[in-house]
């Protein structure tokens, strides 16, 4: 009896068969989200140990990297020290970024506003289905079509050779304005319909509506909307590449041939050796890179609190 | 009329002009890839190998090989985006593990395609050794695609009606038992669809590729299926140049006669395909969602 009592407690006490399998499918599906997070965590020592590589291994001192105008690794500039100075670049993905945004951004929000206030109707069938497309569209098509259209527009319009930083923010511009534009019309269209019937019932005009309460109240929404923007046009490397010349010198003006970080890494990481100098400077560009994006990020994350805390 | 509804009216006009600039944008750039570019679009464009120097070259290549990279690619993310959504969903609770996990997701979403490829091309090229490759061409696409697909998943598992979950755990089967044969299967359609959206964005993807899946399309033995042989079309530790890789390539540097008509074709082969993937993305989506309902 005693025997067959603790041979029960046993059995009892074992997980079943359902428990087991249930804590491998959580574990399974856990892992490949460990997965996603080591790739992440990957990602930045890895890009962050190569990119570090040529201030600590090189000796390549901070000051020289961002204030250098001078770009041509492996050679020296003419007071000798090493030619790894990436400002020409940094100001390059800085001015098409925000260029970008500037010219991207009016026309994003309206577009929005009438999508969401104005025809709502004509929004949903004509333009949802225009934005969704646009953000389809792959980054090399809009960088041939800058080459064959761009490009010529702005060397018969602007003079110079067509090339520079002018071709690149119009080739961004198109290619930011559908994310901005999405963003935006998700969070107009949070904004809580009481608080448009409150304005019209004081007698506002619809614009007032628009321009007081709706898109005050969007605020935090369309500003992440537009970082998003920036980090794309930022992050963006073909197109840009294909139209803004890829010459690694201060731009002079808004049409001489210039170069943005990306356009200098995707064309010449695969001239250069692993573990040289000229490799290890391209890999510092990437970190640059890389911590603009987590900067981007931060920023996007510091609107949401600060939006929320507003509500 | 007084001054305040005349101020209404004018900028309400001038909203409307800027979204049909907008909707002009589209239209010019639709219509140019396609009137530009299905001129140069033939059978015999679609169906023979590029040449380098000479004129009359095709896609053949490139285009099988974007196709079988976005197979590739997607075999790998799936399982894992969808263990990933699945955890996410169903059994994250809300703490700073959850967050963390948010977060990097998130962070992988916005970074440049170009620090991935770099990434791929630092681990699977260089450290891993494998090359050049399809398979180091897949493994960072799989990257570039994660994030994004497992939104898509997480969110249609959270259309799923609670009710459904109930049902399956009334009924004695345990949550993982209730997720795989009974959230997964309802939330079917979505996840379909995401994958189609997905795939329409790895197909146009050219960053990552270009120092993983390489810049050279070497002539393949379309009679030889063995995986383990190089010239195989299935062979992945082969050089792939996609599609997208390819416009990038010769209007860079490319020396062909007919730099324009080719690139013009590629192009609109490139935005046709991802049309298609949008479009049916929804269709599919539908219509698994009536076959599996009986709603129509």
Same mark, same amino acid.
């Given at each position: 009896?005693?025997?067959?009592?603790?041979?029960?407690?046993?059995?009892?006490?074992?997980?079943?068969?359902?428990?087991?399998?249930?804590?491998?499918?959580?574990?399974?599906?856990?892992?490949?989200?460990?997965?996603?997070? *080591?790739?992440?965590?990957?990602?930045?020592?890895?890009?962050?140990?190569?990119?570090?590589?040529?201030?600590?291994?090189?000796?390549?001192?901070?000051?020289?990297?961002?204030?250098?105008?001078?770009?041509?690794?492996?050679?020296?500039?003419?007071?000798?020290?090493?030619?790894?100075?990436?400002?020409?670049?940094?100001?390059?993905?800085?001015?098409?970024?925000?260029?970008?945004?500037?010219?991207?951004?009016?026309?994003?929000?309206?577009?929005?506003?009438?999508?969401?206030?104005?025809?709502?109707?004509?929004?949903?069938?004509?333009?949802?289905?225009?934005?969704?497309?646009?953000?389809?569209?792959?980054?090399?098509?809009?960088?041939?079509?800058?080459?064959?259209?761009?490009?010529?527009?702005?060397?018969?319009?602007?003079?110079?050779?067509?090339?520079?930083?002018?071709?690149?923010?119009?080739?961004?511009?198109?290619?930011?304005?559908?994310?901005?534009?999405?963003?935006?019309?998700?969070?107009?269209?949070?904004?809580?319909?009481?608080?448009?019937? *409150?304005?019209?019932?004081?007698?506002?005009?619809?614009?007032?509506?628009?321009?007081?309460?709706?898109?005050?109240?969007?605020?935090?929404?369309?500003?992440?909307?537009?970082?998003?923007?920036?980090?794309?046009?930022?992050?963006?490397?073909?197109?840009?590449?294909?139209?803004?010349?890829?010459?690694?010198?201060?731009?002079?003006?808004?049409?001489?041939?210039?170069?943005?970080?990306?356009?200098?890494?995707?064309?010449?990481?695969?001239?250069?050796?692993?573990?040289?100098?000229?490799?290890? *400077?391209?890999?510092?560009? *990437?970190?640059?890179?890389?911590?603009?994006?987590?900067?981007?990020?931060?920023?996007?994350?510091?609107?949401?609190?600060?939006?929320?805390?507003?509500? | 009329? =007084?001054?305040?509804?005349?101020?209404?009216?004018?900028?309400?006009?001038?909203?409307?002009?800027?979204?049909?600039?907008?909707?002009?944008?589209?239209?010019?750039?639709?219509?140019? $890839?396609?009137?530009?570019?299905?001129?140069?679009?033939?059978?015999?464009?679609?169906?023979?190998?590029?040449?380098?120097?000479?004129?009359?070259?095709? $896609?053949?290549?490139?285009?099988? =090989?974007?196709?079988?990279?976005?197979?590739?690619?997607?075999?790998?993310?799936?399982?894992?985006?969808?263990?990933?959504?699945?955890?996410?969903?169903?059994?994250?609770?809300?703490?700073?593990?959850?967050?963390?996990?948010?977060?990097?997701?998130?962070?992988?979403?916005?970074?440049?395609?170009?620090?991935?490829?770099?990434?791929?091309?630092?681990?699977?090229?260089?450290?891993?050794?494998?090359?050049?490759?399809?398979?180091?061409?897949?493994?960072?696409?799989?990257?570039?695609?994660?994030?994004?697909?497992?939104? =898509?998943?997480?969110?249609?598992?959270?259309?799923?009606?609670?009710?459904?979950?109930?049902?399956?755990?009334?009924?004695?089967?345990?949550?993982?038992?209730?997720? $795989?044969?009974?959230?997964?299967?309802?939330?079917?359609?979505?996840?379909?669809?995401?994958?189609?959206?997905?795939?329409?964005?790895?197909?146009?993807?050219?960053?990552?590729?270009?120092?993983?899946?390489?810049?050279?399309?070497?002539?393949? =033995?379309?009679?030889?299926?063995?995986?383990?042989?190089?010239?195989?079309?299935?062979?992945?530790?082969?050089?792939?140049?996609?599609?997208?890789?390819?416009?990038?390539?010769?209007?860079?540097?490319?020396?062909?006669?007919?730099?324009?008509?080719?690139?013009?074709?590629?192009?609109?082969?490139?935005?046709?395909?991802?049309?298609?993937?949008?479009?049916?993305?929804?269709?599919?989506?539908?219509?698994?969602?009536?076959?599996?309902?009986?709603?129509?």
């Amino acid at each position: 009896m005693i025997m067959e009592n603790q041979k029960l407690a046993k059995q009892l006490m074992k997980k079943s068969k359902t428990a087991r399998y249930e804590r491998f499918g959580r574990l399974l599906s856990l892992s490949a989200l460990l997965l996603i997070m *080591a790739i992440v965590l990957g990602i930045i020592v890895f890009v962050a140990s190569k990119g570090l590589g040529t201030f600590f291994k090189d000796g390549i001192s901070f000051k020289d990297f961002f204030t250098g105008t001078l770009w041509n690794p492996g050679t020296k500039t003419p007071s000798g020290q090493q030619a790894v100075g990436a400002l020409p670049m940094i100001v390059g993905s800085f001015l098409v970024t925000i260029l970008a945004a500037l010219l991207s951004t009016p026309f994003a929000i309206g577009t929005a506003v009438y999508m969401t206030e104005i025809s709502p109707k004509r929004g949903a069938k004509i333009l949802q289905p225009v934005t969704e497309l646009l953000v389809g569209i792959p980054s090399v098509v809009y960088g041939f079509i800058g080459l064959s259209v761009v490009v010529p527009f702005v060397r018969n319009t602007f003079g110079g050779s067509g090339f520079g930083i002018l071709s690149g923010t119009f080739v961004l511009f198109v290619m930011i304005l559908p994310t901005i534009v999405s963003m935006t019309v998700d969070s107009l269209k949070g904004v809580p319909k009481f608080y448009r019937q *409150a304005s019209l019932a004081l007698g506002a005009t619809k614009w007032q509506t628009i321009w007081k309460v709706v898109l005050r109240a969007a605020t935090p929404g369309i500003l992440t909307a537009v970082v998003f923007g920036m980090a794309r046009a930022f992050g963006e490397a073909l197109a840009v590449q294909m139209v803004i010349g890829n010459a690694a010198l201060m731009p002079q003006n808004l049409t001489s041939p210039a170069s943005t970080l990306t356009s200098v890494l995707t064309a010449g990481m695969g001239n250069t050796v692993m573990g040289s100098l000229q490799n290890d *400077a391209l890999w510092s560009l *990437a970190l640059v890179l890389l911590v603009m994006s987590l900067f981007f990020n931060l920023v996007v994350h510091m609107i949401g609190r600060k939006g929320a805390f507003k509500k | 009329m =007084n001054r305040t509804q005349k101020q209404s009216r004018f900028a309400i006009a001038c909203l409307k002009a800027v979204a049909g600039f907008v909707v002009l944008i589209l239209a010019f750039l639709i219509g140019y $890839i396609f009137i530009t570019g299905l001129p140069n679009v033939s059978w015999h464009f679609l169906t023979s190998p590029a040449k380098a120097f000479n004129a009359g070259g095709g $896609i053949w290549i490139q285009l099988f =090989n974007s196709f079988y990279l976005l197979v590739l690619a997607m075999i790998i993310s799936l399982p894992i985006a969808l263990g990933a959504a699945i955890y996410l969903n169903e059994y994250a609770t809300d703490n700073w593990f959850t967050a963390a996990i948010k977060t990097s997701i998130e962070i992988l979403s916005s970074l440049p395609s170009v620090v991935v490829g770099l990434f791929g091309f630092l681990l699977f090229v260089v450290q891993f050794n494998y090359g050049f490759s399809i398979l180091s061409g897949a493994l960072t696409l799989t990257i570039f695609n994660l994030p994004l697909l497992t939104r =898509n998943i997480e969110d249609s598992l959270a259309n799923v009606s609670d009710d459904q979950r109930q049902g399956g755990l009334g009924l004695g089967l345990s949550k993982y038992e209730t997720i $795989i044969h009974i959230v997964v299967p309802a939330s079917l359609p979505g996840i379909i669809s995401g994958i189609i959206l997905c795939s329409g964005r790895v197909f146009g993807e050219a960053a990552a590729l270009i120092y993983t899946a390489g810049q050279s399309a070497p002539a393949l =033995n379309f009679m030889d299926w063995n995986p383990f042989n190089i010239d195989s079309p299935l062979s992945p530790l082969r050089p792939a140049e996609t599609l997208a890789v390819h416009i990038w390539k010769i209007n860079s540097e490319g020396i062909m006669p007919d730099l324009t008509q080719v690139s013009s074709g590629s192009a609109a082969v490139l935005v046709l395909a991802i049309l298609i993937f949008n479009l049916s993305a929804r269709f599919v989506g539908r219509k698994v969602f009536e076959r599996m309902t009986s709603v129509k």
